[in-house]
């Protein structure tokens, strides 16, 4: 009788253990479903705009894995269980980046082809003066016509940029784009 | 005033006592015969290049 006793006392910390890990491992498998799904709704666009906010939930995706793979459920539960939140907080910081590159571009991009335009109707018209305006040489006028073509050049360039899906480059591009636009304006005497 | 085509990067000129198209055109391009250009963009305001009037808000191309 003491010996059975003795076994069954030995035994209960395995039981109890076994019937916990048992407890956790169904709403952890769950968990998993859940955080796999989250994981699979960051491709495209946030993979793009949030790329560490994704690559964090990847990871923490990846230690979740592990853990279920040592059946430490538990521990996958508590990991896992925070992965869709998470995952959509860098849906919404991708979301967030993305208007602010597309709203930069706008800020850059958009009034450069008018700038160009109207760079090169003055152009076109000092072209044609048999006397230049003050301030101005022939030397300077064709500094301007090259300055131009230089920029109509790096608008184009930056489009293409852009359509490629370069948006940072591209807006970098643009802005430095309409700095030197402001200045060729400035030395035609538009600004 | 604002037309179509008109934005930040167009330039504009208010005309004062004495100017004719041909001075303000001398004034922006060096060259006084160029007023026909300054006419041409003002065609809504301008009928006769001869007779611009004192406070005149003139689109310069």
Redesign the interface.
């Known amino acids: 009788m003491t010996k059975t006793w003795k076994m069954m006392a030995a035994a209960v910390p395995f039981v109890f253990a076994v019937a916990c890990t048992d407890a956790a491992k169904a709403p952890a498998e769950a968990a998993m479903t859940a955080a796999g799904a989250a994981v699979d709704s960051l491709k495209g666009d946030a993979t793009r705009f949030a790329p560490s906010a994704v690559k964090a939930v990847e990871a923490s995706y990846a230690t979740a894995k592990d853990l279920i793979a040592k059946q430490d459920y538990k521990g996958a539960l508590a990991i896992a269980g925070d992965i869709p939140a998470k995952a959509k907080e860098a849906l919404a910081q991708a979301a967030a980046a993305k208007d602010a590159l597309v709203k930069a571009w706008a800020d850059a991009g958009g009034s450069i082809p008018k700038m160009l335009e109207a760079a090169k109707s003055r152009l076109d018209i000092l072209a044609q003066a048999k006397k230049l305006p003050a301030g101005m040489d022939k030397a300077a006028l064709a500094k301007a016509q090259g300055g131009l073509a230089s920029l109509q050049s790096g608008w184009t360039a930056a489009s293409e940029q852009y359509k490629a899906g370069d948006w940072s480059g591209a807006i970098a591009k643009a802005k430095d784009l309409k700095a030197q636009g402001m200045d060729l304006l400035k030395s035609i005497g538009l600004q | 005033m604002a037309e179509t085509g008109d ?5 504009w000129h208010t005309v004062a006592k004495g100017e004719t198209l041909g001075k303000i055109a ?6 006084p ?2 007023y026909k ?1 300054i006419f041409e963009a003002n065609r809504e305001l301008i009928k006769d290049p001869n007779l611009i009037q004192i406070g005149w808000k003139l689109r310069i ?1």
């Open positions: 934005n930040e990067f167009t330039q001398g004034r922006y391009y060096g060259d015969s160029l250009k191309p």
